[in-house]
Each structure stands twice: as C-alpha cells, then as structure tokens.
C-alpha cells in the first residue's frame, strides 16, 4: 500500500470531500475549513482544514464563534499531517480539550484477512430493526461506561432514512448481546469506516472484536468498497494490524464546549 497516496486519498474523499453522517446533519465549506452542521443529537464539528500560520487563529475563532452562536459542543478533528504544525497547540490556547489520541489505520480489502470466525457459542447477527438497535446501544453502554443515547438516536435515523449507508452488527451469546459494531458506507467514494466496536468486559480476549471486523469487511467487500478506515484505539490497534490494516497518521480530538 502506498501509504502517501492513500493518505491523501482519504483526505480529498473523506475530510475536504466529506457527506453528511447521518439526516439532518450540512456539510458546509466555509474559507478553507469544512465542518458538519447537525442537531444536539448528531456530531458537530471540523473534518477538514488547510490553514497556514497567518490564517489559523482566525479560523479557530471563527468556528467557536459560529458553534457557541448556535449552543453547539463541537469537534476539530485533527490529524497529525494538518498545517501548521502547531495547530493542535492553537487549539488549546483557544480553549479546547484534546480527548485521546487514535491511530487512523486503513486496510485495503484485497490484503484483509477476512477468515476469522466467531469463537464457539457466539453468533453474529445483523441489525436492522429498533430492537436490534436497542441491544447494539445496550452493548455501547456496557462496554464504555458512557451514554449511548446519541448513539441510538443516530442508528435509528439512518436505518429509517438510509439503511444503505449504515451496517450494524451484534455478537449474541445465546439470547444475550456481548459485543456490537457498526460500518458507515459513503456512496460515492471507495472507503466505508468501521465504528463502535465494543465488547463486554467478561467476554473480552476471545476473539469477538476480531470476527466482527471481519463481518463487516466481508460487507463491504460485497458492496464494492476498496478500503476500510478505523480510528484505531491502542486496544484494537494490534488486532487490526493482524488482520492486514495499516497505520498511516494519528488524529486527536479537540473539544471545545461553548
């Protein structure tokens, strides 16, 4: 994989290019930044930026300027390749947060190792009802300590409104949901992105995270997409590069809330 073209692949399709996440969501290019627009239900925030050392601090006050007149928490997600090179400690002097840093890994389906399987007892179902929706927010819960009420709100909106952009995925151990994850799809481009992927403490180290993976590569494999993208925590970082996926950059999050 040629990690440079790739790179700027993903950032022309997936940032400067970026689609609405979810309905009711804007996309809007304003100067050189791109941001979502979305309820105080959906993700608000910077996808993309080409900003220079003259020009950047103006363009951070004017997003927190434009997100604070609407009452709106947001985002700049920022990737480690982003000019100038000392954005991120523009952020900070502005007011941001940085949340965790995340590997942004990508993986060419042709070279992925689609043959793990679920571990005995597991079975992996797919999600496409409020029930089903309700056991993937349930699972969210249990497996990061945090609300998942964005989340289902979100999942439900898209299998109502597009259910061609959105696969959602449960591992059942019996009648009981033990892991789950989701994969975006964005028509138009050649990369889907994998989301959420969580598992409950006691079933952890089995294997589930990966066979889910999979499931979803599988997917898009099936819907004609060439590359998976993750925004990789160190947890699921060595399990993604086992199944052929490649780190390219990091990308923090800043938050900034009004």
Do not use: C
Request: charged fraction near 25%.
């Amino acid at each position: 994989m040629d990690h440079v073209a790739i790179l700027a692949l993903f950032d022309r399709d997936m940032r400067e290019g970026a689609q609405p996440d979810g309905p009711g969501a804007r996309v809007e290019r304003v100067g050189n930044v791109v941001r979502q627009v979305s309820d105080e239900y959906g993700w608000n925030g910077v996808v993309w930026s080409d900003l220079d050392a003259a020009g950047a601090d103006a363009a951070i006050a004017e997003q927190i300027a434009y997100y604070s007149g609407l009452g709106r928490e947001f985002e700049w997600k920022l990737y480690g390749h982003d000019l100038p090179v000392d954005l991120g400690q523009r952020l900070r002097a502005a007011g941001f947060t940085p949340r965790p840093e995340e590997t942004l890994m990508i993986g060419e389906v042709a070279d992925l190792n689609l043959d793990a399987e679920p571990p005995e007892g597991i079975r992996i179902v797919a999600v496409d009802d409020p029930a089903g929706i309700d056991r993937v927010a349930d699972v969210h819960e249990k497996a990061f300590g945090t609300s998942s009420a964005r989340l289902r709100r979100q999942l439900l909106a898209h299998l109502q409104a597009d259910p061609d952009t959105v696969v959602a995925a449960v591992a059942l151990a019996g009648d009981v949901a033990v892991s789950a994850a989701r994969m975006e799809l964005v028509p138009g481009t050649r990369f889907a992105g994998l989301w959420g992927g969580g598992t409950v403490e006691e079933w952890r180290g089995r294997g589930i995270y990966r066979a889910l993976v999979a499931h979803r590569a599988q997917v898009a494999v099936a819907r004609g997409y060439r590359y998976l993208q993750v925004d990789a925590v160190p947890e699921s970082r060595a399990i993604l590069e086992r199944l052929g996926f490649q780190p390219l950059t990091v990308t923090t999050p800043y938050v900034y809330v009004p």
